[in-house]
């Protein structure tokens, strides 16, 4: 079975640091690329982030860029975003999810909650 | 940036009814153009991929059509588990943007 868990969501204050981990299982990760999406509560999904499968290619959303980096680690089947310098318009679920060829995203992990508050 | 805008942004039906969201998009992105479905407190679901195929073990009453900027998601025989809200997103081109979400209630 396809599993994506995010994990490391937290309370962080303004300027602080988070780090996001993805652990997938269940198909063979190295063979896809992956997105980070995110959900402020109560609003719609926005993207964040996107990473190919050997890590070639990477995108940023310009609402992160230069504060955010994506990464992954294909023998350890993980995904991560390293989020620096955040802000109050940060907190939200972050949703880590698998691209298909197509540019859908196919399987989400359940969410991780950042909350950005002092 | 692309911007896809949701019509209508609430729709309250009842059961067996059809449902029709449409998704335009600011510039032709073409086919790429994919549905998702949020329950509460759930992660989105795929539901529609390049605008009209269907995902694998969605029920076919959701279809998709569309190219180019307009594109519809329909449901056809709504039933009380589609109580949702629905979103597209394209693919076309960076930044992958969605669009704002139709919310379903079933009355």
């Known amino acids: 079975e396809v599993q994506l868990v995010e994990s490391g969501g937290g309370l962080v204050q303004p300027g602080g640091s988070l780090r996001l981990s993805c652990a997938a299982s269940g198909f063979t990760f190295s063979s896809y690329s992956m997105n980070w999406v995110r959900q402020a509560p109560g609003k719609g999904l926005e993207w964040v982030s996107y990473i190919s499968s050997s890590s070639s290619t990477i995108y940023y959303a310009d609402s992160v860029k230069g504060r955010f980096t994506i990464s992954r680690d294909n023998a350890k089947n993980s995904l991560y975003l390293q989020m620096n310098s955040l802000r109050d318009e940060d907190t939200a679920v972050y949703y880590c999810?698998?691209?298909?060829?197509?540019?859908?995203?196919?399987?989400w992990g359940q969410g991780t909650l950042v909350t950005v508050s002092s | 940036e692309i911007v896809l805008t949701q019509s209508p942004d609430f729709q309250s039906v009842t059961p067996k009814e059809k449902v029709t969201i449409t998704c335009r998009a600011s510039q032709s992105i073409g086919s790429s153009l994919h549905w998702y479905q949020q329950k509460p407190d759930q992660s989105p679901k795929l539901l529609i991929k390049?605008?009209?195929q269907s995902f694998s073990g969605v029920p076919s009453r959701f279809s998709g059509s569309g190219s180019g900027t307009d594109f519809t998601l329909t449901i056809n025989s709504l039933e009380a588990e589609d109580a949702a809200t629905y979103y597209c997103?394209?693919?076309?081109?960076?930044?992958?943007?969605f669009g704002p979400g139709t919310k379903v209630d079933i009355k």
């Open positions: 997103h394209q693919s076309s081109s960076l930044p992958f943007t």
């Open positions: 999810a698998r691209e298909r060829n197509s540019g859908s995203y196919d399987r």
């Open positions: 390049y605008a009209s």
